[in-house]
């Protein structure tokens, strides 16, 4: 038997080192050629590193939140065979962890990570005594999960069922696997317990004493650092505008009924990225970098629109190249293409950067206004509050109309208020009069 020791890959585009997000082996796990053992962090993306041979996981190089440079020894494995030449005096060095967000030196222009393939697995072989020391201090006998109502707790699909014919709610089951997954001894426990008596049947008024440390790596540490940097760096000023969109959705339900069969579906986003490409014309400096350190204003020409998106492992901004070469069509089908990437973990580096201008959007949960933070080294973002009916007067008369709140901010440095404002009323005009985003 020999040692097969593992080392950093060099991912490319110069760098020197790199975070590990989450390890899907633990030392004494067999693994096979081309298994997946760990994800790895750049700056902008999650890269998967694969076991070159067979053979049983001796050491890892570091833990889930580490920084490893590239070269550095990543795993050893016992193989068959004499294995690599040096393996036996390559020992496995320590790597070095990563600062805590709210210390961390900010990458400059650094970009929001394309999101990681999958949930991080904890190591399948996990010592008791390491779960037992994660354990909460002092808790009752009964212990309730600490999931909110709209949390989906983690359990196999057998368990869930098993639940459901128990009449048993899995948000209220304390779960005691891996990453607190509910197994089927749970279910056991649980059910024990509520037939002790009424008071301990219902769990909604029961005492809670456990607390959660959650460590912010991978991907929230790049979006945390993300935003600490465009608040320390960029002086916001916002300006809210209402727009009257009753013409605007008319439009788009006529297009979407005569269309919806052969054409992508239209929401407002299509619409509000042609208004953007033609105001921008009128107000370059809203589509544009800037470099503080250089003193540089880089002011573009082609308006590359970042779409702010909510992912299950967090927010990043896949972009729409060339916005002003698309039709709202082609926008359309654009978004849905990087937002389904984004989310299941598949958009490339070059759609995860090189945005001059941000749209953020949460839809119907869009509130009545918001103060959306600018993607540094942009220097302006347009946020979409929700459309909401209500009464108006219009030639002396009440009538309904759909309403919508524009909520945008601007780097003060660059975009001065009035230029700001005069760019949002040249939004609220297109939208207002959708027929003129088709003739400009």
Known sequence: MGIHVIKMPDIGEGIAEVEVVAWHVAPGDAVREDQVLADVMTDKATVEIPSPVDGTVLELGGKAGDVMAVGSALVRIEVAGAGTADAAAEPVAPAKSAAPAKSAAPAKHAAPAAPEPEAPRPPSAAPAAARAALAPRGTPELVVAQLRADDRPLASPAVRRRALEMGLELRFVAGTGPAGRVLHE?????????????????????????????????LRRKIAQKMQESKRRIPHFSYVEELDVTELEELRSRLNATHGGERAKLTVLPFLMRAIVLAARDFPQVNAHFDDEAGVITRHHGVHIGIATQTPSGLIVPVVRHAETLDPWACAEEVARLAQAARAGKAGREELSGSTITISSLGPLGGIVSTPVINHPEVAIVGVNRIIERPMFRAGAIVPRLLMNLSSSFDHRVVDGADGAEFVQALRGYLESPATLFIS
Request: hydrophobic share 30%; glycine share 12%.
């Open 186 to 218: 749970d279910l056991d426990s649980y059910s024990e317990r509520r037939s002790r008596g009424p008071g301990a049947a219902d769990l909604r008024y029961a005492q809670r004493h456990g607390v959660e440390e959650i460590a912010v790596i991978g």
